[in-house]
């Protein structure tokens, strides 16, 4: 199984400060026949259910704001926010899609200072 | 737009199996895509359970593997999770889950709300 380790745990940041999560997987995630890797960035606001921010490590889906992003490749991978809202509150979780069993990571919550 | 909602009991006794249905709103599962079950105890992180594809091929957490069954109901625009023996570890907020694709290796983008079940006696 490829593990997924999210460091830090949590972390408070002040409004319009950045974030940033590291995630690094136990073996590469990136499939060198298409140079892509299979990494996604999910957020989980309290009493819902995931949404995927980010896949391919860096592509953005649809209606996320430009504040986050994502960047990294082989093992170790980044999500930024680089100006945190009163919304982004929540558990932020990478996963691998590069082979099963898909895993994640243990989560990090982002919080305000 | 694609919805998914889970159903089933929220209750299950220990040994016994637990019944999940996923209900899909939106898009034929037969002509499809990816389906996925994952799960989250409370206050933990998620866990992939195992998908099916619209053809019925099955992919399973090795660590589940014994006692996990998916299995697709076109006729019901459903699928269903079946996980027997059930204990108190499995207690946990299951979600069904589709993929972006067609293929399992992709992210997961739609998301049902989730359902709890507790194992408990």
């Known amino acids: 199984d490829i593990v997924m380790t999210q460091s830090p745990d949590s972390l408070a940041v002040s409004l319009g400060e950045r974030a940033t999560i590291n995630c690094k997987s136990s073996q590469t995630v990136l499939y060198t026949s298409n140079n892509k890797n299979y990494l996604a960035w999910y957020q989980q606001k309290p009493g819902q259910s995931p949404k995927l921010l980010i896949d391919?490590?860096?592509t953005r889906e649809s209606g996320v704001p430009d504040r986050f992003s994502g960047s990294g490749s082989g093992t170790d991978f980044t999500l930024t926010i680089s100006s945190l809202q009163a919304e982004d509150v929540a558990v932020y979780y990478c996963?691998?899609?590069?082979?099963?069993?898909?895993?994640f990571g243990g989560g990090t919550m982002v919080e305000i200072k | 737009q694609v919805q998914l909602q889970e159903s089933g009991p929220g209750l299950v006794k220990p040994s016994e199996t637990l019944s999940l249905t996923c209900t899909v709103s939106g898009h034929s599962i037969s002509s499809g895509y990816s389906w996925g079950w994952i799960r989250q105890p409370p206050g933990k992180g998620l866990e992939w359970i195992g998908n099916i594809y619209h053809g019925g091929s099955t992919y399973y957490n090795p660590s589940l593997m014994s006692r996990v069954t998916i299995s697709l109901d076109t006729s019901k625009n459903q699928f269903s999770l079946k996980l027997s023996s059930v204990t108190a570890a499995d207690t946990a907020v299951y979600y069904c889950?589709?993929?972006?694709?067609?293929?399992?290796?992709?992210?997961?983008?739609?998301w049902g709300q989730g359902t709890m079940v507790t194992v408990s006696s």
């Open positions: 889950a589709r993929h972006k694709s067609g293929s399992l290796y992709d992210a997961l983008n739609i």
């Open positions: 996963q691998q899609y590069y082979s099963t069993p898909l895993t």
């Open positions: 391919w490590a860096s």
